[in-house]
């Protein structure tokens, strides 16, 4: 009983980082609930303890504790989710458009007033710190607040008199029943690039959360219902390949949104497009910072720092890659200095500039790949691998770590490493810069560094890579415009969100009227104001 109890006292305790109302809201734990809080699946608007066998425990990175567990769905359980969808389907994308977007001006203000619990959730068991989870969140309500301008996103096209009394005229429709499989490492803003724009269309959506990082899709999904989506709108599921082959394979799903490695990425587009559906998967990368002499040296290398170890380099859009042109290449024991001073503590830790990574396999894998990178011939000027961080020496934490004189063809180059490691090349020339980058099958995101407008037009313009930054270093677009990664980074054909996301959720149907002038009736006219809405 004694050690139960002290069981039950540290799981408690460590609760009561978060808010203990709103984590039994979404698992309906009562007080005394078992030890490991449990992850409900969401089916047809209500929250739901699967009836599996199989659990997935749930890890605080920076303790490496248990801290909850999230169950593999059964086949009926995945069933019953996308059979919700199918159903709601129809309801709801016969709802006006006006009252979609009614319940996501609700929803985004919700959001707001829940950032901060929702941050707390990701820090709890991401690992990242509370300013990045709060990052994390508020660039996916602006996707949620893009959404709401779905009147003027979804129009169609027309042309009048294309030969007499003849119109033709586009509907934007929805396609159905989508779904969305989210990474690790966003579990907010990742979720929020994909059923927002997909709902507000008047699609019905399943999403799978990756089975890491559940608790913020949860809270999300509870405060969306608090704003009004009809049961069956929004369902989740868990799991793992299952649920991922389930969705590839589902005749009633009619698109996948996915954002994850290459491997599960290739997999899912090649799987998915076989069964006839929509896919857009945006994958790996390797993003390079060309940093040129006459760049401003102190806001470059504040720039090159943050982006390259905040979050832990576990962002896609990371700028892992430094290429250090002709003079700038004097600047890299400063660089040293300040990847140095960073502060490596568990998220929640006032002052923490980055957190752990998200599993020890993460760290092994890390780790290996800077030991690769030493045996191939680098130079390690910082070494990450051996921290200890006072009062979490079982978190999964990796400091800074800086390898220099890296060449092209060694593997901590070709590999994404999606840790807080910085890999330095030289060029002699903006030239040979960009043929650097353009040789490296990734092109998700890129950033040139100099006060030379010429330099960075022509850099701009000749680079192979979806987005480019100027004197930014993590160039991800507003929602207005849409996240363009290329190449071996993206496959599919239209972007998520933006306009190609609404093009990615909707499609066309084309009319072509005729309306004889000699059948017009003349009536009388109306003289009361119409009323139209919802
Ligand atoms: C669709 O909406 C109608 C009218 O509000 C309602 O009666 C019906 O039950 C709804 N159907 C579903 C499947 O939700
Ligand atoms: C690029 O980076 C983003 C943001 O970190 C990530 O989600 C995505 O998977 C990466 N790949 C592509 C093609 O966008
Ligand atoms: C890279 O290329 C150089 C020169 O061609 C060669 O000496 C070196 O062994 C190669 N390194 C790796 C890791 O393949």
New binding site residues.
Partial sequence: YVYLNSLFQTFFFSLLHLSWKVLSSITHCPMFCPLQPTTKLFIDGKFVESKTTEWIDIHNPATNEVVGRVPKATASEMEAAVASCKKAFWNWSETSVLSRQQIFLRYQQLIKDNLKEISKLITFEQGKTLADAEGDVFRGLQVVEHACSVTSLILGETMPSITKDMDTYTYRLPLGVCAGIAPFNFPAMIPLWMFPMAMVCGNTFLMKPSERVPGALMFLAKLFQDAGAPDGTLNIIHGQHEAVNFICDHPDIRAISFVGSNQAGEYIYERGSRNGKRVQANMGAKNHGVVMPDANKENTLNQLVGAAFGAAGQRCMALSTAVLVGEAQKWLPELVERAKNLRVNAGDQPGADLGPLISPQAKERVCHLIEKGVK??ASLLLDGRNIKVKGYENGNFVGPTILANV?P???CYKEEIFGPVLVVLEADTLDDAIEMVNNNPYGNGTAIFTTNGATARKYSHLVDVGQVGVNVPIPVPLPMFSFTGSRASFRGDTNFYGKQGVQFYTQLKTIISQWKEEDATVTKPAVVMPTMGN
């Fill in positions: 191939e011939g060449k063809n060694m593997t």
